[in-house]
């Protein structure tokens, strides 16, 4: 069974850092491209960083340049999203993605398979 399981979230206060896990199973991450995705309540579905596997490039949203790194463990068949800094603003339902062959990196729906996600809080 394909599955995408997101860990990491929590309350956190501002200038604080997170680190968001996204464990695959049922299927090896190595060639796939992957994205964190977030949502905050009533704001669309916003790309937050990608990893393209076909160019092996990582690529940020402007929001979050300078803040936030992508990683990932292949042995561990894990992608990780490091976020420092964090604002208030940054307070979303964070999910990861994986897919291949896609015809954009930002687009959430475009990916094959994707997480049920992982609260992150930013507040005093």
């Known amino acids: 069974q394909v599955q995408l399981v997101e860990s990491g979230g929590g309350s956190v206060q501002p200038g604080g850092s997170l680190r968001l896990s996204c464990a695959a199973s049922g299927f090896t991450m190595d060639n796939y491209s992957i994205g964190w995705f977030r949502q905050a309540p009533g704001k669309d579905c916003e790309g937050v960083s990608c990893f393209s596997g076909r160019v092996n490039k990582t690529f940020y949203a402007d929001s979050v340049k300078g803040g936030f790194t992508i990683s990932r463990d292949n042995a561990k068949n894990t992608v990780y999203l490091q976020m420092n800094s964090l604002k208030p603003e940054d307070t979303a339902l964070y999910y990861c993605?994986?897919?291949?062959?896609?015809?954009?990196?930002?687009?959430?729906?475009?990916?094959?398979?994707r997480g049920q996600g992982t609260q992150v809080t930013v507040s005093s």
């Open positions: 993605a994986a897919g291949i062959r896609l015809v954009t990196l930002w687009v959430y729906n475009e990916y094959d398979y």
